[in-house]
């Protein structure tokens, strides 16, 4: 009697079923409890930088320095104990660039080794607030420590506004293919009316006063406040014309008022009309300051302004933010009277 026998050499006893073989399958191989552990310590280590970023930055706000600017070296002696301050105001002048300006007129009004101050002019003008605002802190500067100004490519109607800030004794330098002038005061309005007239927008804005609405894009000016806004302009201009007559010796308000048609003047006629003093470079601006200081050496600075880690932080976030898009929007219509130079009438831009 043969009992048979299979391929692996095992008895089979008859009417039994065949041996079973069972499989337990372990789908978490320790290579993929190390992935699941590597990533939960990802978000371990991205929650801990978050959680520091934040808790630095209420740290930084909390004992920032109100001035918050550093200085750095420019030119110059680098040994020098004397230092120029170098104060430039580029591009237009409005929030936030202006305040970066006046902490540095501040910073260099209050440090006892800066003897004196360059200014340095590169700005088609701006906000007529701004302006004087940055000039009146200027005029505190002066009476401390005396100003050179040097004019770049642009030197125009803010710009020119705020160099007035350098006082009577001050030298004006400009660069041969320097622009300045376009002395007067701007709103711009845009009138959209037949636009929105076409598109089927009806605008009917809730208001306590006749003149509530005025400059409205989504209407004619009206006679009544074609009168008040003149009047608004007037007084700005007048203003520009005193600034002008109380800091230059060559031009008085009459000679001030002959000039201030909006128009731009080179280096060489604005020389010739007595708008500025010299025509030349920033470094000819700085010699004249140290002799005018007796100085024959000197350190000059010049201030930097980094962003801070919440303005970092936040930056992107407020510019996906419907609220401020909608913030701005809003802003386009709102009237702002201007020192500035512009062929446009458009919304300043900041370089």
Same mark, same amino acid.
């Given at each position: 009697?043969?009992?048979?026998?299979?391929? &692996?050499?095992?008895?089979?006893?008859?009417?039994?079923?065949?041996?079973?073989?069972?499989?337990?399958?372990?789908?978490f %191989?320790?290579?993929?409890?190390g992935?699941?552990?590597?990533?939960f310590?990802?978000?371990?280590? %991205?929650?801990?930088?978050?959680?520091?970023?934040?808790?630095?930055?209420?740290?930084?706000?909390?004992?920032?320095?109100?001035?918050?600017?550093?200085?750095?070296?420019h030119?110059?002696?680098? *040994?020098a104990?004397?230092?120029?301050?170098?104060?430039?105001?580029?591009?237009?002048?409005?929030?936030?660039?202006?305040?970066?300006?006046? *902490?540095?007129?501040?910073?260099?009004?209050?440090?006892?080794?800066?003897?004196?101050?360059?200014?340095?002019?590169?700005?088609?003008?701006?906000?007529? $607030?701004?302006?004087?605002?940055?000039?009146?802190?200027?005029?505190?500067?002066?009476?401390?420590?005396?100003?050179?100004?040097?004019?770049?490519?642009?030197?125009?109607?803010?710009?020119?506004?705020?160099?007035?800030?350098?006082?009577?004794?001050?030298?004006?330098?400009?660069?041969?293919?320097?622009?300045t002038?376009?002395?007067?005061?701007?709103?711009?309005?845009?009138?959209?009316?037949?636009?929105?007239? /076409?598109? &089927?927008?009806?605008?009917?804005?809730?208001?306590?006063?006749?003149?509530?609405?005025?400059?409205?894009?989504?209407?004619?000016?009206?006679?009544?406040?074609?009168?008040?806004w003149e009047n608004?302009?007037?007084?700005?201009?007048?203003?520009?014309?005193t600034?002008?007559?109380?800091?230059?010796?060559?031009?008085?308000?009459?000679?001030?008022?002959?000039?201030?048609?909006?128009?731009?003047?080179?280096?060489?006629?604005?020389?010739?009309?007595?708008?500025?003093?010299e025509?030349?470079?920033?470094?000819?601006?700085?010699?004249?300051l140290?002799?005018?200081l007796?100085?024959?050496?000197?350190r000059?600075?010049?201030?930097?302004?980094?962003?801070?880690?919440?303005?970092?932080? %936040? &930056?992107?976030?407020?510019?996906? /933010?419907?609220?401020a898009?909608?913030? $701005?929007l809003?802003?386009?219509?709102?009237?702002?009277?201007?020192?500035?130079?512009?062929?446009?009438?458009?919304?300043?831009?900041?370089?």
């Open positions: 009697m043969s009992m048979g026998s299979n391929s &692996g050499g095992a008895f089979n006893v008859p009417g039994s079923q065949p041996p079973q073989t069972i499989v337990v399958q372990n789908n %191989t320790p290579g993929t409890w992935r699941l552990r590597n990533w310590l990802y978000l371990m280590l %991205t929650f801990s930088l978050l959680a520091n970023f934040g808790m630095y930055s209420a740290y930084e706000q909390y004992f920032s320095d109100v001035d918050g600017a550093t200085e750095q070296y030119s110059g002696d680098r *040994e104990s004397a230092k120029i301050a170098r104060i430039n105001v580029s591009g237009t002048i409005m929030p936030p660039f202006t305040k970066h300006i006046l *902490e540095d007129i501040k910073k260099a009004k209050d440090d006892d080794k800066v003897k004196g101050v360059l200014l340095v002019v590169d700005s088609p003008g701006g906000l007529v $607030s701004d302006s004087h605002e940055i000039y009146h802190r200027l005029t505190e500067l002066r009476a401390k420590k005396p100003i050179v100004v040097s004019m770049k490519g642009m030197a125009a109607s803010g710009g020119y506004y705020v160099s007035m800030g350098a006082g009577k004794e001050a030298k004006i330098f400009a660069e041969p293919v320097t622009w002038g376009s002395i007067g005061v701007i709103i711009p309005h845009y009138d959209i009316s037949k636009l929105a007239s /076409d598109f &089927g927008v009806k605008v009917e804005p809730l208001k306590t006063g006749e003149f509530k609405d005025a400059l409205s894009p989504f209407k004619p000016i009206s006679d009544a406040e074609h009168k008040i608004v302009l007037n007084q700005s201009f007048e203003t520009f014309l600034i002008i007559d109380e800091n230059r010796d060559t031009l008085d308000l009459d000679a001030a008022r002959k000039i201030a048609t909006g128009q731009i003047y080179t280096a060489k006629d604005a020389k010739q009309l007595g708008m500025i003093d025509i030349g470079y920033e470094d000819d601006a700085v010699e004249s140290k002799k005018q007796n100085l024959s050496e000197a000059v600075v010049h201030y930097h302004h980094a962003a801070s880690l919440s303005e970092l932080l %936040t &930056g992107s976030a407020e510019a996906r /933010d419907p609220r898009m909608w913030k $701005s809003l802003e386009t219509s709102v009237p702002r009277a201007m020192y500035y130079c512009s062929w446009s009438t458009g919304v300043p831009f900041a370089k």
